[in-house]
């Protein structure tokens, strides 16, 4: 049972760019959720995918968008890239049944990360 | 808005001893999740042990085991017998699913790194 792959596993832009990053959830999950942990810092959340609709959406600027697909992988993608976007993006996948799942069925099961660095 | 904080940017142990992360929250709901994650060197996020708030019993996972104090919105982790592999940054989280603001996105402190000594 393959878990949460993201793609690609580095990577360098310069400012003014744009970037796509990549997601797989693991095997059963229909919600994706990207979060961007600065170095040294806690992850912030972005935003969350189910049903191939944003469901919520953190303090990010609209540079940054997404799409999740029929098959619930999902994109990121960053444009007008500024050198505060350098960081690790982590993806993490959910069953996402809220209220009636309780935490094991809400859990999120995180991806390596795609670090990005803007020169 | 809900936040997590954990006090304690480093701490050390040595090897088989017992450790304890600290983690505090503020949030006005009742019922929520919270978390305990381990990042690695290696960046893998990983899901130490997790606890719903109306659960009265503290969980445990193996060597992994939570005290959580609902009326303090505390909730800190131990680690006993601590292993080399223990070394990691280790990350509070909450989550509350029951608000159509919140959600079920997680909400993390800023980690405390721990390092076990041989």
């Known amino acids: 049972d393959a878990g949460v792959t993201q793609s690609p596993t580095h990577l360098i832009k310069t400012r003014g760019q744009q970037v796509t990053l990549r997601c797989s959830p693991k095997s059963g999950h229909d919600t994706v959720s990207w979060y961007q942990q600065a170095l040294g810092q806690g992850p912030q959340f972005i935003f969350q995918?189910?049903?191939?609709?944003?469901?919520q959406r953190g303090n990010f600027p609209d540079r940054f968008s997404g799409h999740q697909f029929p098959n619930y992988s999902s994109e990121l993608n960053v444009n007008a890239l500024l050198l505060g976007d350098s960081a690790l993006y982590l993806c993490a996948s959910s069953l996402g049944r809220g209220v009636s799942g309780g935490a094991r069925y809400n859990e999120q099961f995180f991806g390596p990360g795609t670090r990005l660095t803007v020169l | 808005a809900q936040t997590v904080t954990q006090s304690q940017p480093e701490m050390s142990v040595q090897e088989a001893e017992t450790v304890t992360l600290s983690c505090t929250y503020d949030t006005s709901e009742n019922n929520y999740y919270l978390f305990w994650y381990k990042q690695p060197p290696s960046r893998q996020m990983i899901l130490v042990i997790r606890q719903e708030a109306y659960k009265q019993q503290n969980a445990t996972e193996n060597r992994f085991s939570v005290n959580f104090q609902k009326a303090a919105k505390s909730f800190s982790l131990k680690i006993s017998d601590s292993q080399l592999g223990d070394t990691a940054m280790y990350f509070c989280?909450?989550?509350?699913?029951?608000?159509?603001?919140?959600?079920?996105?997680?909400?993390f402190g800023a980690g405390t790194i721990l390092r076990v000594k041989s």
């Open positions: 989280a909450f989550m509350n699913p029951y608000s159509m603001e919140y959600g079920n996105k997680l909400v």
């Open positions: 995918y189910y049903e191939e609709e944003e469901r």
